[in-house]
């Protein structure tokens, strides 16, 4: 007889679980949301650098070319890179890189990137190496 009168606790117990799997929690950032939704809490956060990137007004172009020499003291390499059709004819030109793209770097290295012009310097960012020398 003692299992029927715990069965009305079942569904309290239930609904603890389900709050602490993120059921609006009723926090400042949910109160305006319906109740049921899940805790704004327990959301993914988008990932800021890329959104970041992409709303800074900078204009970018894909880039592919080949590194032809790394310049570590002008945290700099020089890249033959392929035409950007409606930008940039072939040429050779030397872009500024974060710290560890120019650790990695390596003169032969055939990379894709995006290109921009940032103040007084043209930048490669998402350097991705596609072949070895
Ligand atoms: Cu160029």
Known sequence: ?????L?????????????????????DCCKDRPKGTACCCFEDTPAAPAAAAANDGIK????????????????????????IPGFMKPMTMLFKVDAATLQAARKGQT???????????WVLEDVKVVAQP
Do not use: W
């Open 7 to 27: 069965l009305p606790l079942l569904p309290l117990a239930a609904a603890a679980l389900f709050a602490a799997e993120g059921k609006n929690c009723g926090c």
């Open 1 to 5: 007889m003692k299992t029927i009168r």
């Open 111 to 121: 990379i894709t990137a995006r290109m921009s012009r940032q103040g007084n310097d």
């Open 60 to 83: 970018r172009h894909d880039l592919r070319g080949v590194v032809t020499n790394v310049y570590a003291d002008r945290s700099a390499l020089l890249v033959r890179h392929e035409e």
